[in-house]
């Protein structure tokens, strides 16, 4: 069974993924950034979702230092970060970031669930 983490705090949009995603997904929750890495490798992540904070602490800069430790952690996991729209040197930072494959891509954070579903679904292959 294919896994997805969620690395992210709004536990809320988790619970809809989850729900949206069904049972032909593992999908797997963790709120914290410090056991980000080691659930993305026990798990055997396919995909995960990195949530950038939209004030305060793990803002976009942060994510993509996380996604660069994941990236070497598990390698075959996919890189989707979350960003705040509002925040133009964090899209700027995703832009580049996606350009030299330290992610495999980027959504707003005001994306859809089904959006959000579509996306994932789409990245694991």
């Known amino acids: 069974?294919?896994?997805?983490?969620?690395?992210?705090?709004?536990?809320?949009?988790?619970?809809?993924?989850?729900?949206?995603?069904?049972s032909a997904l593992h999908v797997v929750f963790e709120p914290s950034h410090m056991r980000a890495q080691a659930m993305a490798r026990s798990q055997g992540a396919g995909v995960a979702l990195v949530e950038a904070a939209e004030s305060g602490d793990h803002g976009v800069a942060e994510c993509l230092a996380l996604c660069a430790r994941l990236r070497e952690e598990a390698p075959q996991c996919k890189l989707l970060l979350m960003c705040p729209e509002r925040d133009r040197d964090g899209v700027a930072r995703a832009v580049k970031a996606k350009r030299r494959g330290r992610i495999d891509d980027f959504v707003?954070?005001?994306?859809?669930?089904?959006?959000?579903?579509?996306?994932?679904?789409?990245?694991?292959?």
Not at 111 to 117: E, G, K, P, S, W
């Open 108 to 125: 707003f954070c005001d994306a859809t669930i089904a959006y959000l579903v579509s996306k994932l679904l789409s990245m694991q292959g």
């Open 1 to 22: 069974m294919r896994t997805i983490v969620l690395i992210m705090r709004r536990k809320s949009i988790a619970q809809g993924l989850a729900q949206a995603l069904g």
